[in-house]
């Protein structure tokens, strides 16, 4: 049923984000009713793909107007497809959102501060193993 769909395109197997041709696409759309902050976004960025995403749960702690476009209501279609034609159309303030998404990326969700984070949250006043 869902290749008869005009806007369904199959691709096979999906082998992770490394393996998406993301040279071909100009921007990252995600879309979520809930969520926390999917790794999706930070592969996304990672990739160097601008991100739009709605405010929902945890997203806003990466996607905001400087490092992205976050759509306010996640039912707001109108809303996407504006952010993604700004995206095509001021290639330059997408590039300057994704390195603002990109120097978050590497300042705050890096191997360092998640086992810093990590141990902090697990450390007991009285652990007899400090480090």
Known sequence: ALQKLPNVRLCGKYDGFTSLPVEKYFAFLYTTQCDGLPNVLLEAVAAGLPVVAPDRGGIRDFVTDATGWLIPNHTDVSGYVKALQEIQGQPQEACRRWECAR??????????????SLFEAYRKKDSVCRS
């Open 103 to 116: 120097a978050l990326l590497v300042k705050r969700h890096n191997v360092q501060v998640f086992s810093s």
